[in-house]
């Protein structure tokens, strides 16, 4: 298992409310990636954030929006929920250093909106 | 706008026998990725690629990269039923996101 941790593991709630899911990464690394995965599909890339900075974006509207903490943690707030944004939210944390940049996931939340 | 494609999405083999997954990918790309989902589960890093001609091996599992073809390949050696999972393939375009493609689930077959 890779030191990423999610918090919750699940959640549910209705149309219009908002969440907020965090994540910490794994110890050492200083960048966090988020995810979103539909049933039966491969993960989407949401946002990147690196030194507290947004460093990335994905084709996800502004009603998701992040942020990464001095110890490197991470929330994923998304307001206005729809139907559609019942899926497993996954986070992954990496090191920016060489050329690598393997991005190790944690176990994820699973949202459902109904 | 970068696409990855796997083939096939959905495979069912018996054990013992040998079988290749396929990721093609649409646009130069620095990194290839392999990583495992078990049901209900988050995703395992299987392998990292990062230029030509890489092979890595780890157990029955063979990963290869031709980024000349934007290819890369899964090989499985003598399956086993404890391989049985979906494997996705991702491209790493820059040092932000990752692509992923729809993954194969793979089933084998005691």
């Known amino acids: 298992e890779t030191g990423v941790t999610q918090s919750p593991t699940h959640l549910i709630k209705t149309r219009g409310q908002q969440v907020t899911l965090r994540c910490s990464s794994q110890s050492g690394h200083n960048t966090v990636s988020w995810y979103q995965q539909a049933l039966g599909q491969g993960p989407q890339f949401i946002f990147q954030?690196?030194?507290?900075?947004?460093?990335g974006r994905g084709n996800f509207p502004p009603r998701f929006s992040g942020l990464q903490f001095p110890n490197y943690s991470s929330e994923l707030n998304v307001n206005a929920l729809e139907l559609d944004d019942s899926a497993l939210y996954l986070c992954?944390?990496?090191?920016?250093?060489?050329?690598?940049?393997?991005?190790?996931f944690g176990p994820g939340t699973r949202l459902t909106v109904l | 706008e970068l696409k990855v494609e796997q083939n096939p999405l959905f495979l069912s083999m018996q054990e013992g026998k040998n079988y290749t997954i396929y990721c093609n990918y649409s646009?130069?790309?620095?990194?290839l990725y392999w990583y495992r989902q078990d049901p209900g589960k988050s995703l395992e890093s299987l392998f990292v690629l990062l230029s030509n001609g890489a092979v890595k091996q780890e157990g029955r599992l063979m990963a290869s990269l031709d980024t000349k073809a934007r290819l890369s390949t899964l090989h499985i050696t003598a399956a086993v039923h404890d391989l049985s999972a979906t494997y996705f393939c991702a491209v790493g375009p820059g040092d932000d996101k990752i692509i992923f493609g729809k993954g194969t689930r793979l089933h084998i077959l005691p």
């Open positions: 992954a944390s990496s090191l920016r250093t060489g050329r690598d940049f393997t991005q190790y």
């Open positions: 954030y690196y030194r507290e900075e947004e460093n």
């Open positions: 646009t130069t790309s620095d990194r």
